[in-house]
């Protein structure tokens, strides 16, 4: 049972534009959310976080919007670049002792340029 | 280096081999991580290792892997018997449990192959 899900397996923006990935999850114990960037025969790349008791983070061209209610995360990039292509996997954490992380299956992201 | 290192790259092997898989973390770093990426499948944990403490092997899918971290540093993957569903990218990652965020830093991963 997928407790991290990424329903789009893949979005192709155009350049300059914004591109919105997804993700949903069903642990509400969950109380840490982690984005992650990766680019094929690379390890991922820790990209951008939020708490729980946050609802939004911001850095830089990336913005991650946590709805608790809805338990439902999105990661925001303005304006996209080309560079920006890779799979991005959303990943949360259950925090106390185990920090493990608990993946979703990524997305793949096409900027045209 | 400054990065999570891992060996082999790449490995093939027959169904029925043994194999070990290596993970140099980055130095300094308490917790060590071993995770598999299946083909179309996210990244699914397999071991956790901080400090002295007990490993968290809840996430090793047989009795067939096994792992070892020597000296709080160097971790070991293996396993035994290897069968076909076993392919897939064996990725190691390491932190500071307690550092920024449960951030965890990734390795490039082994890429496994069992024929």
């Known amino acids: 049972d997928q407790q991290v899900k990424q329903n789009s397996p893949s979005l192709s923006v155009q350049e300059g534009r914004i591109s919105i990935l997804n993700c949903d999850y069903t642990?509400?114990?969950?109380?840490?959310f982690l984005w992650y960037k990766k680019y094929p025969a690379e390890g991922p790349t820790f990209l951008i976080s939020i708490s729980s008791i946050k609802d939004k983070n911001e850095d830089g061209r990336f913005t991650v919007f946590l709805n608790k209610s809805a338990k439902h995360l999105s990661l925001h990039i303005v304006p996209s670049q080309p560079g920006d292509s890779a799979v991005y996997f959303c990943?949360?954490?259950?925090?106390?002792?185990?920090?493990?992380?608990?993946f979703g299956k990524g997305t793949l992201l096409t900027v045209n340029p | 280096g400054a990065g999570v290192s891992q060996s082999p790259s790449n490995k093939v092997t027959e169904k029925g081999k043994d194999v070990e898989l290596r993970c140099d973390p980055i130095s300094g770093h308490t917790a060590l991580y071993w995770y598999r990426q299946s083909l179309g499948q996210g990244l699914e944990f397999l071991i956790y290792?901080?400090?002295?403490?007990?490993?968290?092997k809840s996430g090793l899918p047989s009795d067939r892997f096994s792992a070892e971290r020597t000296g709080g540093s160097v971790s070991t993957l293996t396993i035994q018997r290897t069968q076909q569903e076993d392919s897939a990218v064996y990725l190691c990652?390491?932190?500071?449990?307690?550092?920024?965020?449960?951030?965890?830093?990734f390795g490039p991963g082994t890429r496994l192959t069992v024929l």
């Open positions: 642990n509400s114990m969950f109380d840490y």
């Open positions: 990652a390491s932190n500071i449990v307690g550092g920024s965020y449960n951030e965890q830093f």
């Open positions: 290792f901080q400090g002295n403490s007990a490993p968290d």
């Open positions: 990943a949360a954490s259950g925090g106390g002792s185990n920090y493990k992380l608990t």
